[in-house]
């Protein structure tokens, strides 16, 4: 029997729509299923526990979509690029369409290692003249604070361009700050200088980001810029906020590198 490690396959798909609202695990489930219904021949991991030689990407947190993620299959046998293609998007729906496949060697890097920083585009729900960028954001996970310094995650720096915000950020062995944080604290900032109440952004987990550092405002007092955070400004822009928080439309994962 040929070695499954030579036939290792890895697609590019996107998630998008209501379907960027599927956990990591259920879009991994939902893919397994594409590639049974595309009748690829898949290898399959011994032991105990049988199952499919699929491994995903870095995961996306919920209510974030993505044009560019990963997985590798694993296959018992070559099957041409273009006719694997095929069958994967006929065995798929189209807010989670595998858009290209191709051949790798069987060492290369796993997929979910192989691209520390990945790219996002968030649409806001108007534009800001200026949006804070918090120093720190504390989150707590499993009743477990942590302090994560942005600057050790940003990989550029952030561009507001009208509604538009694009930022990049970067995995790190020790942890990564995600992009839904990210925003939140950014835009609770934004909010509390305004005096406006900051919807918190939907992720469908418990973790919760539970503070800034620098967003603290007396009360009675102008909104002052603290020292602990950069701005970010769309230059020659009004605010068109009109006293309704600023809020998140849309995020998506637009690149890996």
């Known amino acids: 029997m040929a070695d499954p490690n030579q ?51 870095a995961a996306l947190p919920v209510g974030v979509g993505g044009d560019c993620e990963i997985f590798d299959l694993q296959l018992l046998e070559r099957v041409p690029e273009a006719e694997a293609l095929e069958r994967l998007q006929a065995a798929s729906v189209p807010d989670l369409m595998v858009l290209a496949v191709r051949y790798i060697d069987p060492h290369a890097k796993a997929a979910s290692v192989a691209y520390p920083v990945s790219q996002y585009t968030a649409v806001l729900s108007h534009a800001p003249a200026e949006l804070p960028v918090p120093e ?97 400004s769309n230059v020659g822009e009004a605010d068109a906020s009109c006293g309704d928080p600023l809020t998140v439309v849309t995020c998506t994962r637009t690149g890996q590198r």
């Open 7 to 57: 036939f290792r396959l890895r697609a590019v798909f996107a998630k998008r729509g209501r379907l960027a609202m599927l956990s990591h695990l259920e879009v991994a489930h939902a893919l397994e299923r594409a590639v049974r219904r595309a009748d690829l021949p898949f290898a399959i991991s011994q032991g105990f526990s049988p199952h499919m030689k699929i491994a995903f990407g």
């Open 136 to 232: 720190e954001v504390v989150v707590v996970r499993k009743k477990k604070e942590k302090r994560l310094v942005v600057s050790d995650f940003l990989a550029e720096p952030l561009r507001l361009e009208g509604r538009k915000l694009t930022f990049a950020l970067e995995a790190k062995a020790t942890g990564s700050l995600r992009p839904d944080k990210l925003l939140e604290a950014c835009l609770r900032l934004y909010n509390d200088q305004r005096g406006v109440a900051s919807p918190h952004i939907a992720t469908g987990d418990q973790d919760s980001m539970m503070g800034v550092r620098g967003a603290a405002v007396d009360e009675g007092s102008a909104a002052a810029e603290p020292e602990a955070f950069s701005v970010v």
